[in-house]
């Protein structure tokens, strides 16, 4: 998911209670069949395999996008889903993926370096091999120093806000406890059409902010100069390290250095010598390779076309975003949510479900960049919500359900303010009381494309989910990979949602919606 | 430290109680002097910069384990330090360092790799690419599928051991609880003279010895195959990986051929590959320098010489080893250990101390491939464990401190069975209460270097540290770098030393002996 905080709930001044108005119909056949087939046949793994390990990174538009995006169409083409499409959303820009990394400090002594270059930046022409410029800048006055010293050279920015490595006394991996869950499931109501708090609003995200506006001008100035490689600290610590938002991949995007995303070890190995005033020479070969030739973004849609004379024609769509960072396999973020919703759809097809309603899988490209593939598929289909401007589709939409949040098992679900699908959500997670879901939450969650759905008035849910080691260990990092999944988790996720695609389908009444947002200039 | 368990005790019929028969002395002026110096003007986090971000990986008779020593030397004599030394303890092979480290897949996609050469392995002869051949094999007969196969190949085993990668729950750094230091200083004696259990008492332990000696056959197989490149799994997770002992450093050791050990996310994604029947395409370049000029190993000896007429030929000695492992930079295992002996040496020096008995700090090498550098230096100086023949010098060794248990904070000391020395130590700790050192148990550690000490009845000690990510994160893996040093815990630990070898050279008696040891065959 896109780096954003995401449980935001912003308190309402009064107490909330869910008030069932009638009880919600549980078939309790299918979920028997549901759990046989999702619990014991379980294909998940097998899923988020082909997804990771098969197809490597899925940054957006890169070639292992593509080919995860055509291994999907083909499977669900083989599972006998309807109309298989890999659909433009609208522009992206350019692809780009690494060819070759390499680079290792030489004086005073060689050890390679775990880095990656950072995404959208040009490689180094060949070996490139200097000693590093400790460049002392917290702004762009301060860079004066270093007019004409930095032509090929490597360099590496000293500033204040880096900090030597700490101990943490916390296990990287975690589950929700019971007391935590209680606290979501009476938590107060989202104020209506509240946002999460602006970035600005957190002093460190202000700071960032300032920091990485400065980064940029100095990172031009660098450009300028002609420096060959530039090094920059990568959170994360014992060999992970997380990736940050890369260079501009806009066609027209100007030119940039070659510029590596050095893991914490590395870096401030490299950075202590430095400062000690220790010569440190290194060498590097980067390749990396761009893609234009279409700068369209695509997502993959597939249906189990529905059958209801009269419901036919609304839709159940569920999904998850398919794209991912490069220096990973993308396996909690998202291979996961992309194979439970894809496992969804199996489960159901194979257990012979002819649904009312349509149900629709998409799975999304471009969210890392901003959402992009659901908001545009959202705006081409459904409504504008600069305007809302609606389609007659939006109201044909009952409901979208979309998984983001890693590896770790469904425990229940994001309401997202609307108080009239908890008590439905409650009723459908009774049959998953014994594998841990049960929770319904009033509030919100952000950073991932339920929001899309929900800008335009259309009922979008995230499924709250176990953290696991995903902030800790995988979110953008360089080990986000197939060894971070759990079968288990992700088995029970599968089953869990094909349940609530099930009773979404067959409901005889669409999903409870809330008052219609108000235009939104910023489209979101 | 050397792995082999650390902390074992084997339990005595009858429980055990520390018998003061005189208070022990404790010199609170001279504590206050030391206390202030080790936690006020601490140097400790200088030296260990020194040992690892400067002089780099010190594998023994290595050029970085030579450079490291020559520092050590220069420190000492600038410290006004005495007969300061390289000597040597006898030959110990050749010398290997790594010059060039890269190695990435090229098919299904570009992923680099992260891992090592193993330590004493040759290189690739340049730039090699090939398919990675999985080998099957539990055993030599099961290799005789390949035969002719293999040649300038890339190959990976395959076998029953290896296992996907589990979740931990539990926090990687650690401090020993309150509860967990009283079972300690509870614990009972251990029978005298009892080793460690045999290793392969331990069913995995066996189970892997055995693996180990098919392995090296298996090995020797595919260098008559002449495979360009073997990949062996490391241990280990999130980017860090622990090296495991490398080929012979015999000066006449047979030829091997490269090999890799892979940190686990890279070696399961390509094992997971390959066992779908993916083709998997690597490149690779390793280089590595062997050093045999001089196959004599070397430990790092100074003094602060005796002031006493009487007492001066006595000796107290304190010391850790030098030498590390090749893929981290050995902060941990052991320039903790190192930096915190050459601390307190540095700290008696300082507040002007002029001892009765003489102090002689070692850094041992070599410790990692058995203690060598210590045995050596015990056999040449003191006596051999074999015969128990003893020198007339073995007397005067009144007591040897080591330190090599990470970068933990001495929380107390293992009196290894001697029970006339806790109650001693007990009150030479009393000053340090407060700093959370108490903890005297009549337990046993292995491991390290006191035990070379211990075999030919000389008083040897290694203190209880808290174990931090030392087995988790830390001992033998790539992830051993500064970062992981604690300047709190070091300059603590210090500073207790520095108190413990005052005490014991201006103690009126030496130190409690236990009974000799009987003659050992196996030395040790």
């Known amino acids: 998911m896109k780096m ?13 209670c869910f008030t069932a108005l009638a009880q919600e119909a549980v078939d309790m056949a299918a979920v028997q069949k549901i759990r046989k087939e999702g619990l014991e046949n379980s294909k998940v793994m097998d899923l988020a395999f082909q997804m990771t390990d098969v197809a490597g990174p899925r940054l957006s538009n890169s070639p292992g996008l593509k080919r995860a995006q055509e291994w999907a169409m083909k499977q669900f083409n083989e599972w006998g889903l309807k109309n298989v499409q890999l659909e433009a959303w609208g522009t992206f820009g350019k692809g780009w993926q690494v060819d070759k990394y390499y680079a290792a400090t030489t004086t005073p002594y060689y050890r390679p370096i775990i880095a990656s270059p950072k995404a959208w930046t040009p490689g180094t022409n060949g070996v490139i091999k200097s000693e590093i410029v400790l460049i002392k800048a917290d702004s762009l006055p301060q860079m004066d120093q270093y007019k004409g010293k930095l032509a090929g050279k490597i360099v590496m920015f000293d500033n204040s806000s880096i900090r030597m490595l700490e101990n943490s006394y916390k296990a990287d991996v975690k589950r929700y406890t019971e007391e935590e869950l209680d606290k979501m499931a009476k938590a107060q109501a989202p104020t209506p059409g509240a946002q999460a708090p602006a970035r600005a609003a957190n002093p460190a995200m202000a700071a960032m902010m300032k920091m990485r506006a400065a980064r940029m001008e100095m990172t031009k100035r660098i450009q300028e100069e002609k420096a060959g490689l530039i090094l920059t600290y990568a959170r994360g610590s014992y060999g992970t390290f997380f990736t940050s938002n890369g260079a501009s991949y ?28 220790q010569k440190v020479e290194m060498e590097a070969e980067i390749k990396t390779s761009f893609y234009d030739q279409d700068p369209k973004g695509y997502n993959v849609i597939a249906e189990i076309p529905g059958t209801d004379k009269k419901l036919k024609d609304e839709v159940v769509m569920l999904g998850g975003h398919y794209d991912s960072w490069h220096a990973g396999t993308g396996a909690t973020d998202n291979a996961a949510g992309s194979a439970v919703m894809m496992e969804a759809m199996r489960i159901l097809k194979t257990i012979g479900f002819k649904p009312k309603r349509t149900i629709r899988i998409a799975l999304w490209s471009s969210e890392e960049q901003g959402l992009h593939g659901s908001r545009g598929y959202v705006a081409k289909h459904f409504g504008d919500p600069k305007t809302m401007q609606l389609t007659a589709d939006q109201k044909k939409v009952t409901a979208y359900y979309n ?71 995988t979110h953008h990092s360089n080990m986000d990979t197939y060894d971070r999944l759990v079968a288990q988790d992700l088995q029970r996720s599968a089953t869990i949602v094909a349940a609530f695609v099930y009773h979404t389908s067959e409901r005889a009444a669409p999903m409870p919606r809330v008052e219609l947002p108000k235009p939104n200039p910023a489209g979101r």
Chains 1, 2 share one sequence.
């Open 250 to 277: 806009a066609l027209d995007a100007p030119a940039v250095s070659p510029e590596l995303e050095v893991s914490s070890e590395d870096f401030l190995r490299i950075l202590r010598l430095l400062r000690a005033g």
């Open 403 to 473: 998984l983001d949040n890693g590896t770790g098992a469904i425990r229940g679900i994001y309401a997202q303010g609307n108080a009239g699908v908890a008590p439905i959500f409650q009723e459908w997670l009774k049959p998953f009381n014994d594998i841990e879901a049960k929770t319904v939450t009033i509030g919100n969650t952000g950073g991932t494309d339920h929001l899309a759905f929900h800008a335009v008035g259309i009922p979008g849910f995230q499924f709250i989910q176990d953290p696991m080691d995903y902030d800790t260990r």
């Open 4 to 16: 954003i905080k995401r449980f935001t709930t912003t308190i309402f001044a009064i107490g909330f």
